[in-house]
């Protein structure tokens, strides 16, 4: 059965550093999506990674996938207030029949001035 | 574009009421999903759909019961609710396996 594990659960950093959010996942996969979560909303796309080495951008967030080491991260660079929120990671796992989309437990970031 | 809607987005049962969450999208997708929410639990999913008449056990599928009987709709029934069913449901839909899945503005759901 597929596992996601994200570290850390909660990160508190200040504005203008830089971080990174780590997602692990137990079984092949061959598709791995990152979303953010602002408190009592909804789940937002940010990145969508199909391939092993793929590496997406945008604004001060970069991810990337490494699907040899079953890994990917969420990098923050120079930190703002606005992405405060939760991240989340989520996994399709490989092969026909596994159509499930499995979500790591998230990550609380906050971002202190 | 309406993308993915929930109804309702807020509901307070008590236990042993019966009631079913409406998840409706216009994007004309095949997979659908319902996850719960809760602290520090991430996102399970309880039940999810890859096509018109098909549906498929989460990892949380028990109390709960689901039908995809046309292509946009996707229900959510809780037959007895449970305090234990107290959560935020959160429905989404992707046009296929590997396609990014669009989420619902959430029902939030009390059971007393």
């Known amino acids: 059965e597929l596992k996601v594990e994200q570290n850390p659960l909660f990160l508190s950093m200040q504005e203008g550093k830089n971080y990174t959010i780590y997602c692990n996942y137990s079984t092949t996969s061959d598709r791995l999506y990152w979303y953010r979560q602002d408190p009592g909303k909804s789940l937002e796309s940010l990145f969508v990674?199909?391939?092993?080495?793929a590496v997406k951008q945008e604004g001060r967030l970069m991810a990337s996938l490494d699907t040899k080491a079953r890994l990917s991260t969420l990098h923050i660079t120079a930190a703002v207030h606005d992405l405060s929120a939760t991240y989340f990671c989520a996994v399709v796992g490989a092969g026909f029949g596994n159509e499930k989309l499995t979500f790591g437990t998230g990550t609380r970031l906050t971002i202190i001035p | 574009n309406a993308g993915v809607t929930q109804t309702p987005k807020f509901r307070v049962l008590k236990t042993g009421q019966s009631m079913t969450l409406l998840c409706a999208q216009d994007?004309?997708?095949?997979?659908m999903y319902w996850y719960r929410q809760d602290p520090g639990m991430g996102l399970r999913l309880i039940h999810y759909?890859?096509?018109?008449?098909?549906?498929a056990k989460g990892e949380v599928p028990d109390g709960y019961n689901v039908s995809r009987l046309k292509k946009q709709n996707f229900l959510l029934g809780l037959e007895s609710a449970a305090p234990s069913q107290t959560s935020v449901y959160f429905c989404?839909?992707?046009?296929?396996?590997?396609?990014?899945?669009?989420f619902g503005q959430g029902t939030r759901l009390t059971v007393v």
């Open positions: 759909s890859v096509g018109e008449g098909t549906t």
């Open positions: 989404a839909s992707s046009y296929l396996r590997h396609t990014e899945a669009f």
């Open positions: 990674l199909l391939s092993n080495g």
């Open positions: 994007m004309n997708h095949e997979y």
